[in-house]
């Protein structure tokens, strides 16, 4: 019998595919690429993806890597059923990655599609009327078979047929980890780099950030990646500034500032690089350059020479000012 596992690499994902690869099915694993993802924070570009593989590797699985940041970011500019307590849409996140499971299950002749989920773990899909719901949606009723929770919720298609025996089956529930990191043990899995997972779209500071984007129409890659570096303004409707907190994103800039962007950078100081996005006046030139200003080592100085240049150009402006205040940049600031 042939399966779909979704493999994050994380804990839960991981057991699952331990446990069900026992079992004796034939597993092919999934893992979904979006920008937000916290699992694998020292690559960016390969998110869960490289604990994903480490896992399928491991249990000899075939692993497909499908990117659906695409579709992701449709979901997230207008989720049908609304965000978390940020900006997360979680349940029609959940819908999407289904939805593609479900085409790529029809695909290869597999029969039913296995999570790591675990009944109560995240508040805004992992209780049973979300569960329902998801797979309701996603056109997958009766065929999600979650093993960690399996007993604590009605018997799946492949449990009913015998495909795969319910008594083994867990009854784990809640957000407690401490189940999971005690089996993890006791199956011989000691490798698992990002125990509860993540996602960026769930801290409250880079989802102001996804909103101003979307309210200003911007969501795109190039935005979202400079949303993830520095400290970030709002200088008008057009216009933004990133501007980095030290040496590797000051590195980080320099490499996704583009044509079109203005780079900004202390003449004779120790400061910030800083990127200036969109339609710049003179005024906002001069504002972007009292921001680099602020953040630069001035000691004791009021004004320091900043200078600017438009990419892809050479040379440069340079202009000395003084900074710009902590009660000016509190209401630009993102």
């Given at each position: 019998?042939?399966?779909?596992?979704?493999?994050?690499?994380?804990?839960?994902?991981t057991i699952?595919?331990?446990?069900?690869?026992?079992?004796?099915?034939e597993?092919?694993?999934?893992?979904?690429?979006t920008?937000?993802?916290?699992?694998?924070?020292?690559?960016?570009?390969?998110?869960?993806g490289?604990?994903?593989?480490?896992?399928?590797?491991?249990?000899?699985?075939?692993?497909?890597?499908?990117?659906?940041?695409?579709?992701?970011?449709?979901v997230?500019?207008?989720?049908?059923?609304?965000?978390?307590?940020?900006?997360?849409?979680?349940i029609?996140?959940?819908?999407?990655?289904?939805?593609?499971?479900?085409?790529?299950?029809?695909?290869?002749g597999?029969?039913?599609?296995?999570?790591?989920?675990?009944?109560?773990?995240?508040?805004?899909s992992?209780?049973?009327?979300?569960?329902?719901?998801?797979?309701k949606?996603?056109?997958l009723?009766?065929?999600?078979?979650r093993?960690?929770?399996?007993?604590?919720?009605?018997?799946t298609?492949?449990?009913?047929?015998?495909?795969?025996?319910?008594?083994?089956?867990?009854d784990?529930?809640?957000r407690?980890?401490?189940?999971?990191?005690?089996?993890?043990?006791?199956?011989?899995?000691?490798?698992?780099?990002?125990?509860?997972?993540?996602c960026?779209?769930?801290?409250?500071?880079?989802?102001?950030?996804?909103?101003?984007?979307?309210?200003?129409?911007?969501l795109?890659?190039?935005?979202?990646?400079?949303?993830?570096?520095?400290?970030?303004?709002?200088?008008?409707?057009n216009?933004?500034l990133?501007?980095?907190?030290?040496?590797?994103?000051?590195?980080?800039?320099?490499?996704l500032?583009?044509?079109?962007?203005?780079?900004?950078?202390?003449?004779?100081?120790?400061?910030?690089v800083?990127?200036?996005?969109?339609?710049?006046?003179?005024?906002l030139?001069?504002?972007?350059?009292?921001?680099v200003?602020?953040y630069?080592?001035?000691?004791?100085?009021?004004?320091?020479?900043?200078?600017?240049?438009m990419?892809?150009?050479?040379?440069?402006?340079?202009?000395?000012?003084?900074?710009?205040?902590?009660?000016?940049?509190?209401?630009?600031r993102?």
């Amino acid at each position: 019998m042939k399966a779909i596992i979704l493999l994050s690499g994380g804990l839960d994902s991981t057991i699952a595919a331990e446990l069900m690869n026992r079992e004796g099915l034939e597993l092919f694993a999934v893992n979904f690429k979006t920008p937000f993802c916290l699992c694998d924070r020292r690559s960016s570009n390969v998110g869960c993806g490289s604990n994903a593989r480490r896992v399928a590797d491991a249990l000899g699985i075939e692993l497909k890597i499908i990117n659906a940041t695409k579709d992701f970011l449709e979901v997230l500019k207008n989720p049908k059923h609304g965000y978390g307590a940020n900006m997360n849409p979680c349940i029609d996140c959940r819908i999407l990655f289904f939805r593609k499971s479900k085409q790529l299950m029809e695909e290869i002749g597999a029969s039913f599609i296995i999570t790591g989920e675990v009944l109560g773990q995240r508040p805004m899909s992992q209780f049973r009327r979300q569960m329902d719901l998801i797979e309701k949606e996603a056109g997958l009723d009766g065929l999600v078979l979650r093993p960690l929770s399996a007993k604590l919720l009605p018997p799946t298609t492949p449990e009913k047929m015998g495909w795969i025996s319910r008594e083994r089956m867990l009854d784990i529930a809640g957000r407690s980890r401490k189940p999971q990191i005690a089996l993890a043990k006791d199956l011989g899995i000691s490798d698992y780099p990002c125990p509860a997972g993540g996602c960026l779209l769930t801290d409250h500071v880079f989802a102001r950030k996804i909103r101003d984007l979307i309210d200003h129409d911007e969501l795109d890659m190039p935005n979202i990646d400079l949303l993830k570096v520095g400290r970030y303004f709002r200088l008008s409707e057009n216009a933004k500034l990133v501007v980095g907190r030290n040496e590797s994103e000051n590195s980080v800039l320099s490499l996704l500032a583009k044509n079109g962007d203005y780079l900004f950078g202390p003449a004779s100081i120790k400061g910030p690089v800083a990127v200036g996005r969109g339609a710049f006046t003179s005024e906002l030139l001069e504002v972007a350059c009292r921001i680099v200003t602020r953040y630069s080592d001035r000691n004791e100085e009021q004004e320091a020479e900043i200078s600017y240049r438009m990419l892809p150009e050479k040379a440069e402006t340079t202009l000395v000012t003084n900074f710009l205040d902590d009660s000016q940049i509190a209401g630009i600031r993102i």
